[in-house]
């Protein structure tokens, strides 16, 4: 007999999986933009309040530490509530807590919110990712995770278009650009009552009528005549409640983990690192805000195609082979950054990063929930990006020691030497490039 999950995983993409991703892709968007708006937030009160670069690395990296909580907690929640109340849930959280930041009085007050800020994105990421793995048709489920991805990009060149029009204009113009952080609270309920749930999760919970209405739905929408309700295989609520639930750290499971665990510590210190102080470095290098959000906003377009060119290989090449690629790209751009002196090979080794990074970033969440099954995919992918959050709580804050100690070229070599561990774990984790989500 033919499963539910089975009879999603064969569909053709159709508009109702076009309507997932860009539903879920615009709060993913939203949620790039409150990310990338707090480094040109970052670049202006240190004009304006005088602030040193200790006290800009803790407005830099305290919302990593409610990202790191954030991911763990809602990963887990999604597992046991599930993806679509876990998802609305983080928007409300984060996009309340960024309105409320533009009143802050005070780097303690800002760093209070932006910790709650972080509790609402870290937890946001991993659950989107899930909930959209979980409906894509199988044989191009990594090219729309990537897709998904790509709606970073939209965010943080909206974040760079704040930064560059809206931030300079006025001693509150940082202000002006936080209280559009409230977008997402009201998004919050396009996502509740516009989304569905995960038929894996409804499954899991034995909610067997609310999934296969939503099965219905989308064979309605490519056209496919539904299976007779009684030929299809149906799991008791008693055997539900049996079903052991398992962990990321199964003997089965434990070598994926930490090397998923590896590449997501690796991935964003370098990130984080590079792309939070990235218009503080270039004021820092003699340019003035306007031309240094300028250069910021050129280095961010180079994300679009590097998501687009990974979306493609992703079913060509396989994820393992576009992640492992992709990160070490990363390290040479990386590398060529911290050598790059005149305005020209800055602008270019950025956009380079910029491609290969972001491509990398794609194909990360692309292979992570294949990686579980469905009792613990959640807490598989919020985990492993909890744990990457601390790496992107470190790196702001170890940035001022490094520039001090060796200037950008240490910097941007410690960034590459991380691209390179991780793209070494990269390449131990299985292929799972055509296959069918493990239900447990």
Do not use: C
Request: glycine share 12%; net charge neutral.
């Amino acid at each position: 007999m033919t499963t539910r999950t089975q009879r999603l995983d064969d569909l053709p993409f159709t508009g109702r999986h076009r309507r997932l991703l860009t539903g879920s892709g615009v709060g993913w968007a939203l949620d790039a933009m409150d990310v990338g708006l707090i480094s040109f937030v970052m670049a202006a009160l240190a004009v304006q309040w005088d602030l040193s670069s200790t006290q800009l690395s803790w407005i830099g990296s305290i919302g990593f530490v409610g990202m790191a909580i954030g991911a763990s907690l809602g990963g887990l929640l999604a597992d046991r509530i599930g993806r679509r109340q876990v998802f609305a849930a983080t928007l409300l959280v984060y996009g309340l807590a960024t309105g409320a930041a533009a009143l802050s009085t005070s780097v303690a007050m800002l760093i209070a919110l932006r910790f709650v800020v972080g509790l609402g994105l870290g937890a946001e990421l991993p659950v989107a990712s899930t909930l959209v793995s979980e409906f894509a048709p199988r044989k191009v489920r990594g090219r729309v995770v990537v897709a998904l991805e790509a709606f970073w990009a939209v965010g943080w060149l909206l974040a760079a278009l704040i930064g560059y029009f809206v931030v300079p204009t006025s001693d509150n113009g940082w202000r002006w650009a936080l209280a559009v952080g409230l977008v997402p609270a009201a998004y919050a309920l396009v996502v509740r009552f516009g989304l569905p749930e995960s038929v894996r999760y409804l499954e899991s919970r034995g909610r067997h009528a609310e999934a296969e209405e939503i099965v219905r739905d989308y064979e309605q929408s490519a056209g496919v005549t539904s299976v007779p309700e009684d030929e299809q295989p149906v799991r008791t609520v008693a055997e539900v409640e049996r079903a052991p639930r398992g962990s990321v750290w199964a003997p089965n499971l434990r070598r994926r983990t930490a090397a998923l665990w590896i590449v997501w510590f690796g991935i964003n210190f370098s990130y984080y690192g590079a792309f939070i102080w990235l218009p503080s470095l270039l004021v820092a290098q003699g340019f003035d805000l306007v031309t240094s959000f300028g250069y910021t906003l050129l280095i961010t377009l180079a994300q679009l195609p590097g998501y687009g060119v990974a979306a493609w290989l992703i079913e060509v090449w396989g994820r393992r082979l576009t992640l492992g690629v992709f990160l070490a790209g990363s390290a040479v751009s990386a590398g060529l950054f911290g050598l790059a002196e005149t305005p020209s090979t800055i602008v270019a080794a950025g956009m380079a990063l910029s491609f290969f990074n972001l491509g990398a970033w794609g194909a990360l969440y692309a292979i992570g929930p294949e990686l579980y099954p469905t009792p613990v995919r959640g807490a598989g992918t919020g985990s492993a990006a909890a744990f990457g959050r601390l790496a992107s709580i470190i790196a702001p804050l170890l940035v001022p020691v490094l520039l001090g100690a060796g200037g950008n070229g240490l910097v941007f070599g410690a960034f590459a030497a991380s691209f390179v561990v991780a793209a070494v774990a990269a390449f131990t984790l299985p292929e799972r490039a055509g296959t069918v989500l493990d239900e447990r």
